[in-house]
Structure formats: C-alpha cells, structure tokens
C-alpha cells in the first residue's frame, strides 16, 4: 500500500474552513484515498473516502489532485467539536473484501475560539 | 441502533493473566478486525476475520489470540505472553462488498487495559 504523509498539527479558527493536506506520491492506480477522524479516548470514525473524482458529503470535501498525488480534506466551516486527530489513508480494493486500513499518525487538528 | 459494543471499557490486571476483551456487532458485517493503539502513536492491526470461523494475523499479533465463532463476535485475548499490553484496544467491523468500492470501518468506543 501507498505512504502517505501528513502534518503533524494544524490549527484552525473557529468558523473558518480546515484544509488538511495528504501527500500520497507513490499511490497507485486502483488505491482509494480514505479519511478518518479520532476524538481523543474514542473510537475512529469515517469521514469520506475516493479514488479521483473529487467528493462531498455532509461531513467534508474530498479533492484530489488530477495526479492523484496528494489530496486535502476540506471541514468548510469548523468548530470546536472537530478537534481530532486526522488520518489520511491510502488502500487499494482487495478482491470486493475489506483488506486492512493502515493508520499512521495523523493530523492533530485543533479549533480554537 | 446498530453498532459494535466493546466491552469493558477500562480493565486493570496484573501482570501475567490473560484478559480477554469483547466485541459484539448487530450490523451484519462479515469483517471484523483488532487494533491497538499507544499514546501519540497510530493503529496497529492486531488479528482480523472477513468470514466466521477464520481469521488472519495482522502486524503484532504475537501474545494475542482471537476467536470468530459466531458473526457478530470476535473477542480478543491478550495472553501473558504479550510483554506489554497495556494499550487501548479499539475492535472495528465493515461490510464485505462484492465489486465496487470497500466499505468503511465502523469502530468501538475502545477498551482501555492496563497492566499492573
């Protein structure tokens, strides 16, 4: 699977919208890109995921590159509960099953007032 | 409402017992999976198990054993062989999709063990 890097830490104002970069040079053709997120002392919890399409949900925006080399997580108006740790994955679809996600360390994310 | 319960959330032991953490699911999943995870540090996958009754090692799976008798539960044991298992141990879940992209990971609230 691909590597993947990430700031260490990131802050953001309140209201304001929280761009998290990933850099994924080595990705491959068929790897998707994943966020997560963890609150502190909680379980990981999935914010979106795609393979080179940009996307949106409810949660966050999604936009990959045209290489598909990096990718940014966009909270576009932030706040105080989406302090967290944020994990930028990398992982390619194995044979329709699950396969396993590798989360590193992550991006400290924190929302100040 | 559908979820995976980990159970207990905080667990004391002394050193050189066996604990054995649950993790229950109602979401009908088929994979489910063991993480730990230190302080300031990522996960790391632990065992995991995409079908009843099987069950592959992950990275660190050395002084840890797991079952997968029914679908909806894969309890995790942590032998006394495990030099240090003090860790918070996180049990997720995900649908086995035929085709298309993978499903997303459904996590536990974590159960905390510390070792005396």
């Known amino acids: 699977d691909a590597k993947t890097t990430q700031p260490p830490s990131m802050d953001c104002a309140e209201g304001r919208a929280a761009n998290l970069p990933c850099n994924h040079s080595t990705i491959s053709g068929n790897e998707y890109v994943y966020w997560y997120r963890q609150i502190h002392s909680q379980g990981p919890q999935y914010i979106i995921h795609g393979l080179k399409n940009n996307e949106t949900n409810e949660m966050a925006s999604l936009i990959i590159t045209e290489d598909r080399k990096s990718s940014t997580l966009i909270l576009p108006h932030a706040t105080l509960r989406d302090t967290a740790v944020y994990y930028c994955i990398v992982r390619a679809q194995t044979g329709g099953s699950q396969g396993n996600l590798i989360f590193g360390k992550g991006t400290k994310l924190s929302v100040k007032p | 409402d559908g979820g995976i319960t980990q159970s207990p959330k905080y667990l004391f032991r002394k050193e050189g017992q066996n604990v054995t953490l649950s993790c229950e699911q109602n979401?009908?999943?088929?994979?489910m999976y063991w993480y730990r995870q230190d302080p300031g540090q990522g996960l790391r996958l632990i065992y995991y198990s995409q079908i009843v009754n099987d069950f592959q090692k992950g990275d660190i799976a050395e002084g840890y054993s797991v079952s997968r008798e029914k679908k909806e539960s894969f309890p995790l044991t942590v032998t006394s062989a495990q030099k240090n298992p003090t860790a918070f141990y996180l049990c997720?879940?995900?649908?086995?999709?035929?085709?298309?992209?993978?499903?997303?990971?459904?996590f536990g609230e974590g159960s905390r063990l510390t070792v005396l």
């Open positions: 997720a879940s995900s649908n086995r999709a035929s085709g298309g992209p993978e499903g997303e990971l459904f």
């Open positions: 979401l009908n999943h088929d994979a």
